[in-house]
């Protein structure tokens, strides 16, 4: 009888449990935030859903709002679709230009707080704002889905660093190490590229760096990459290089940080005649020579911006106890870097 | 025209009241028969003292004689000219057995008294007794009961039972393409034969009883004397005679009355018609039980594991029979878990579904106006109907049932938007892999487990199959099987049992018996002189 009673008990409980029923929700695939126009802190979001057709095409629908808090876009929305939104299909939050500049913390950390939404979320800046480019209609699986494998394919293998929403969490609440976001540009109707990384000083857009610079920014960032890069022979021969395996080593002493990084690469374009052993040590080296110089710029930028993408305080500070932050931001802005590079080209096509 | 007219008269006569000695009579020697010996005047007097004796019909006959099939007929021997008297039962005797191996020798012979049939009758299954207690048993087991009149304290009895059996058939429901393809048939001899030829050992013993107050089935336990665990032969030998029940029809009555927990879905006796599969447990240290009219021999005690084990399993390569108890296992959990974790998933964790299937889930779901639960029971209702509708038709009624119900109505009800393709999909394979199950038993036991993980699903998603999964697991851990762990060797963990269990060892690697059985002798073979090498003379 007791067990009877309990039995029933939980099912009667049962009622309490929400029901989201795939075909009875809008599911929230995208979102766009911009600053309300003439406004200082309101900002106007814009959700994409998708609506499946019955041939198996998807119709993108975009909603927009006004508010402050990111609540108060759902509760807009709300208003005009018909049925109820949810957020577990999130995949992608792009930011516009004007609110990156005035500092994206608390959208960003309304995602953290929303059990739904997973941590493979990324997150982009837009060279527009947000609700064009979300607005466009890229491939034909959706511009959720259009985007997010735009993404996820030049992380794996080009020269995006790797990033999503749990690493982005984890910069803005490390100390000495700041966040850094692909940025996307929409370039007609249906179609969109990348066009740089947002450099991020806590949670506010410093500069941005364009397409060419990204090979070295991986290289200095990730832990091991893959990427593509073209090297101008002397000759005014070109070669690219394909860099399937990276290591970076870095040592961070008190004044001077040693940065050594080693890539093995593979030659997959080459304009000029033969290419000898000659030619392949040439490359080699104008490789290297390349990688000093601009993770070499790259470092000194990072220093007149005071931010700190690699992480090298997190590093350093990994490494000495009692670990003193404000020393620290000095001895970086003074800090001396020293980059070798060690390229061996492996391989050069199925032709020797 | 006359004389015809009355032969069919007196057949008819005859067949209704003494079928049997209508035919006795007219092979027989029927001068000295009792109806017929009108010659002698002294001998009719004296007869009809007799018939009036013989009309106040003892105790033992009060209920006999109601059916039609008894039968008592009296004789006179040619030679003593002493009185004699047949008892049996038409229906269970095999009449050529009396006309021709008992009569001729009892009629014709020197015959004085009972003991004279150990010399005259040529059966093997002759006994003396003098215990009328015996006799309505005797009668019903197809003996035939001879009383002489000048010893009405001793009963004669001669095996004549009619053996009905069907012949040796291939396995219907353990069907394999490699090893033997004898069956087990309805009859308990036929049966004991077909084991006790696969295991000529004096150690295999046969231990009888005879179950059932109205049905009195006889049960044969089979064990071996010097392998088998005595607690276990014990314990299987206590349960049978406990057990209380009228009618014993089958072999199923028996898994059911001597289980360890009758209210468990579960089976807790393995039930096989193999007989290599019964002398392979054997060997292994289990029990066999064989019911009289069953063609069905049951193993115990057994585990979860060997339900999901066929025995062609052994017969093949130990790499292939693992890869394919693996299958098994795979689509055992398949077919119990995929629906419920479809109508969990669509109504509660849209975000584990992944973003290329959300199209196609949504898509098909678009125009189904019910929630996934009740599309989910819909289809699975009418996959459970199609397999009742087929397993009580014909052969040939329930073929084109299946196909009529498999497409057409699959189809048409997703064209009818009552069902999405997706699901029709999903209910179909579970409902094929649950067929993978070797031992039948056991997949009517995975239809059935499905619906409370659907209730559960619909309840509380994921969380509710967990807990539904965690309430099924509980349950096979407190599951025994004859007092052993019916979970063994996953739990409790058994390495050595493991070695036949979800994956299957090669023979050289399991030189010992499962160790849950706790035989007496542990080692099926040594293992050091198997791996001698011996020299190959030349």
């Not at chain 2, 049905?215 to 349960?239: F, L």
């Not at chain 2, 289980?259 to 447990?281: C, K, M, W, Y």
């Given at each position: 009888?007791?067990?009877?009673?309990i039995?029933?008990?939980?099912?009667?409980?049962?009622?309490?449990?929400?029901?989201?029923?795939?075909?009875?929700?809008?599911?929230?695939?995208?979102?766009?935030?911009?600053?309300?126009?003439?406004?200082?802190?309101?900002y106007?979001?814009?959700?994409?859903?998708?609506e499946?057709?019955?041939?198996?095409?998807?119709?993108?629908?975009?909603?927009?709002?006004?508010?402050?808090?990111?609540?108060?876009?759902?509760?807009?929305?709300?208003?005009?679709?018909?049925?109820?939104?949810?957020?577990?299909?999130?995949?992608?939050?792009?930011?516009?230009?004007?609110?990156?500049?005035?500092?994206?913390?608390?959208?960003?950390?309304?995602?953290?707080?929303?059990?739904?939404?997973?941590?493979?979320?990324?997150i982009?800046?837009?060279?527009?704002?947000?609700?064009?480019?979300?607005?466009?209609?890229?491939g034909?699986?959706?511009?959720?889905?259009?985007?997010?494998?735009?993404?996820?394919?030049?992380?794996?293998?080009?020269?995006?660093?790797?990033?999503?929403?749990?690493?982005?969490?984890?910069?803005?609440?490390?100390?000495?190490?700041?966040?850094?976001?692909?940025?996307?540009?929409?370039?007609?109707?249906?179609?969109?590229?990348?066009?740089?990384i947002?450099?991020?000083?806590g949670?506010?857009?410093?500069?941005?760096?364009?397409?060419?610079?990204?090979?070295?920014?991986?290289?200095?960032?990730?832990?091991?990459?893959?990427?593509?890069?073209?090297?101008?022979?002397?000759?005014?021969?070109?070669?690219?290089?394909?860099?399937?395996?990276?290591?970076?080593?870095?040592?961070?002493?008190d004044?001077?940080?040693?940065?050594?990084?080693?890539?093995?690469?593979?030659?997959?374009?080459?304009?000029?005649?033969t290419?000898?052993?000659?030619?392949?040590?040439?490359?080699?080296?104008?490789?290297e020579?390349?990688?000093?110089?601009?993770?070499?710029?790259?470092?000194?930028?990072?220093?007149?911006?005071?931010?700190?993408?690699?992480?090298?305080?997190?590093?350093?500070?990994?490494?000495?106890?009692?670990?003193?932050?404000?020393?620290?931001?000095?001895?970086?802005?003074?800090?001396?870097?020293?980059?070798?590079?060690?390229?061996?080209?492996?391989?050069?096509?199925?032709?020797? | 025209?006359?004389?015809?007219?009355?032969?069919?008269h007196?057949?008819?006569?005859?067949?209704?009241?003494?079928?049997?000695?209508?035919?006795?009579?007219?092979?027989?020697?029927?001068?000295?028969?009792?109806?017929?010996?009108?010659?002698?005047?002294?001998?009719?007097?004296?007869?009809?003292?007799?018939?009036?004796?013989?009309?106040?019909?003892?105790?033992?006959?009060?209920?006999?004689?109601?059916?039609?099939?008894?039968?008592?007929?009296?004789?006179?021997?040619?030679?003593?000219?002493?009185?004699?008297?047949?008892?049996?039962?038409?229906?269970?005797?095999?009449?050529?057995?009396?006309?021709?191996?008992?009569?001729?020798?009892?009629?014709?012979?020197?015959?004085?008294?009972?003991?004279?049939?150990?010399?005259?009758?040529?059966v093997?299954?002759?006994?003396?007794?003098?215990?009328?207690?015996?006799?309505?048993?005797?009668?019903?087991?197809?003996?035939?009961?001879?009383?002489?009149?000048?010893?009405?304290?001793?009963?004669?009895?001669?095996?004549?039972?009619?053996?009905?059996?069907?012949?040796?058939?291939?396995?219907?429901?353990?069907?394999?393409?490699?090893?033997?393809?004898?069956?087990?048939?309805?009859?308990?001899?036929?049966?004991?034969?077909?084991?006790?030829?696969?295991?000529?050992?004096?150690?295999?013993?046969?231990?009888?009883?005879?179950?059932?107050?109205?049905?009195?089935?006889?049960?044969?336990?089979?064990?071996?004397?010097?392998?088998?665990?005595?607690?276990?032969?014990?314990?299987?030998?206590?349960?049978?005679?406990?057990?209380?029940?009228?009618?014993?029809?089958?072999?199923?009555?028996?898994?059911?009355l001597?289980?360890?927990?009758?209210?468990?879905?579960?089976?807790?006796?393995?039930?096989?018609?193999?007989?290599?599969?019964?002398?392979?447990?054997?060997?292994?240290?289990?029990?066999?039980?064989?019911?009289?009219?069953?063609?069905?021999?049951?193993?115990?005690?057994?585990?979860?594991?060997?339900?999901?084990?066929?025995?062609?399993?052994?017969?093949?390569?130990?790499?292939?029979?693992?890869?394919f108890?693996?299958?098994?296992?795979?689509?055992?959990?398949?077919?119990?878990?995929?629906t419920?974790?479809?109508?969990?998933?669509?109504?509660?964790?849209?975000?584990?579904?992944?973003?290329?299937?959300?199209?196609?889930?949504?898509?098909?779901?678009?125009?189904?106006?019910?929630?996934?639960?009740?599309e989910?029971?819909f289809?699975?209702?009418?996959?459970?109907?199609?397999?009742?509708?087929?397993?009580?038709?014909?052969?040939?009624?329930?073929?084109?049932?299946?196909?009529?119900?498999?497409?057409?109505?699959?189809?048409?009800?997703?064209?009818?938007?009552?069902?999405?393709?997706?699901?029709?999909?999903?209910?179909?394979?579970?409902?094929?892999?649950?067929?993978?199950?070797?031992?039948?038993?056991?997949?009517?036991?995975?239809?059935?487990?499905?619906?409370?993980?659907?209730?559960?699903?619909?309840?509380?998603?994921?969380?509710?199959?967990?807990?539904?999964?965690?309430?099924?697991?509980?349950?096979?851990?407190?599951?025994?099987?004859?007092?052993r762990?019916?979970?063994?060797?996953?739990?409790?963990?058994?390495?050595?049992?493991?070695?036949d269990?979800?994956?299957?060892?090669?023979?050289?690697?399991?030189?010992?018996?499962?160790?849950?059985?706790?035989?007496?002798?542990?080692?099926?073979?040594?293992?050091?002189?198997?791996?001698?090498?011996?020299?190959?003379?030349?």
């Amino acid at each position: 009888m007791k067990k009877l009673a309990i039995f029933f008990l939980a099912v009667l409980l049962t009622g309490c449990v929400d029901k989201e029923i795939i075909d009875d929700i809008n599911i929230e695939v995208a979102v766009g935030y911009d600053l309300l126009e003439g406004s200082e802190d309101t900002y106007r979001g814009t959700i994409l859903f998708q609506e499946f057709q019955t041939d198996k095409s998807v119709i993108n629908r975009t909603y927009s709002g006004n508010g402050l808090l990111r609540k108060d876009l759902i509760l807009d929305v709300s208003k005009q679709t018909s049925e109820p939104v949810v957020t577990g299909g999130l995949k992608l939050a792009i930011f516009g230009p004007d609110i990156s500049e005035k500092g994206i913390y608390d959208l960003v950390d309304s995602f953290q707080r929303d059990a739904s939404i997973g941590a493979r979320l990324f997150i982009l800046t837009a060279e527009e704002k947000a609700e064009e480019v979300l607005e466009g209609n890229y491939g034909s699986r959706g511009n959720s889905t259009y985007i997010y494998n735009l993404i996820e394919h030049n992380i794996e293998h080009h020269d995006i660093p790797y990033t999503n929403l749990h690493l982005t969490m984890r910069d803005f609440y490390q100390k000495g190490e700041d966040p850094f976001f692909p940025q996307i540009k929409k370039i007609s109707n249906d179609k969109v590229e990348v066009s740089g990384i947002s450099l991020f000083q806590g949670d506010k857009e410093v500069d941005v760096l364009p397409v060419e610079k990204m090979f070295f920014f991986k290289l200095l960032v990730d832990k091991y990459s893959e990427g593509n890069f073209e090297v101008k022979l002397p000759g005014g021969d070109l070669a690219a290089v394909k860099s399937i395996r990276s290591k970076r080593k870095i040592s961070i002493l008190d004044k001077k940080t040693n940065i050594k990084i080693t890539i093995r690469g593979v030659i997959r374009e080459y304009t000029g005649k033969t290419l000898t052993q000659e030619v392949i040590k040439k490359i080699e080296k104008g490789l290297e020579k390349e990688i000093e110089r601009e993770t070499l710029k790259l470092l000194k930028k990072f220093q007149k911006l005071e931010i700190d993408p690699i992480g090298l305080g997190r590093m350093k500070k990994t490494q000495t106890r009692n670990f003193d932050f404000k020393k620290w931001e000095d001895d970086y802005k003074n800090m001396d870097f020293n980059v070798t590079s060690d390229v061996l080209i492996e391989e050069t096509g199925v032709i020797e | 025209m006359l004389s015809s007219l009355f032969l069919i008269h007196s057949a008819k006569w005859a067949s209704f009241l003494l079928p049997s000695i209508h035919k006795i009579s007219k092979t027989g020697n029927n001068k000295f028969n009792a109806e017929n010996d009108g010659d002698f005047p002294m001998k009719r007097w004296l007869k009809n003292k007799r018939i009036k004796e013989d009309v106040k019909h003892k105790e033992w006959e009060q209920s006999f004689i109601k059916s039609k099939d008894f039968k008592k007929i009296f004789y006179y021997n040619q030679k003593t000219n002493i009185r004699f008297c047949l008892t049996f039962m038409a229906t269970l005797v095999d009449e050529n057995i009396i006309q021709d191996g008992i009569l001729p020798n009892l009629l014709e012979d020197e015959f004085r008294e009972i003991e004279d049939i150990k010399q005259l009758v040529p059966v093997a299954d002759v006994q003396i007794c003098d215990d009328p207690s015996l006799i309505e048993q005797k009668l019903m087991n197809g003996y035939v009961m001879l009383t002489v009149e000048t010893e009405m304290k001793h009963f004669g009895f001669i095996a004549a039972q009619k053996e009905i059996v069907r012949g040796i058939s291939q396995p219907e429901v353990e069907f394999s393409v490699i090893g033997p393809k004898e069956a087990f048939v309805e009859s308990l001899g036929q049966n004991l034969n077909l084991i006790r030829k696969r295991l000529p050992v004096k150690e295999l013993i046969i231990e009888e009883f005879t179950l059932g107050s109205l049905s009195k089935t006889s049960i044969a336990m089979m064990y071996m004397e010097n392998i088998t665990n005595e607690d276990n032969v014990n314990t299987v030998r206590q349960r049978l005679t406990n057990v209380k029940f009228d009618a014993i029809t089958d072999s199923s009555y028996i898994v059911q009355l001597i289980s360890d927990n009758s209210n468990s879905p579960f089976p807790q006796l393995l039930d096989t018609e193999r007989p290599d599969r019964v002398a392979g447990i054997l060997a292994e240290g289990k029990i066999a039980i064989v019911v009289d009219g069953s063609p069905h021999v049951l193993i115990t005690p057994t585990t979860l594991v060997e339900f999901f084990s066929s025995f062609e399993d052994y017969f093949l390569n130990w790499l292939l029979s693992s890869f394919f108890r693996l299958i098994r296992l795979f689509a055992v959990a398949f077919s119990i878990l995929v629906t419920p974790i479809y109508v969990a998933t669509l109504s509660y964790h849209y975000e584990l579904i992944p973003k290329d299937l959300m199209n196609t889930l949504i898509t098909s779901r678009r125009e189904i106006p019910l929630p996934p639960i009740l599309e989910a029971l819909f289809l699975e209702l009418t996959i459970e109907l199609l397999r009742e509708a087929g397993a009580r038709l014909p052969t040939k009624v329930g073929q084109t049932i299946g196909i009529v119900g498999g497409i057409v109505i699959g189809t048409a009800s997703v064209e009818a938007g009552l069902t999405s393709n997706v699901l029709l999909i999903i209910v179909a394979l579970a409902a094929l892999a649950s067929f993978t199950t070797p031992v039948y038993r056991m997949g009517n036991t995975i239809r059935l487990l499905r619906f409370p993980f659907l209730f559960f699903a619909e309840l509380w998603g994921l969380l509710g199959i967990v807990f539904c999964f965690c309430i099924l697991l509980t349950h096979l851990i407190r599951l025994t099987s004859l007092g052993r762990p019916f979970l063994e060797p996953l739990y409790p963990p058994r390495v050595t049992d493991m070695k036949d269990a979800l994956i299957r060892l090669p023979f050289e690697k399991q030189s010992k018996r499962p160790l849950y059985l706790r035989t007496k002798n542990p080692f099926r073979f040594s293992k050091k002189k198997a791996e001698e090498k011996q020299d190959i003379d030349e």
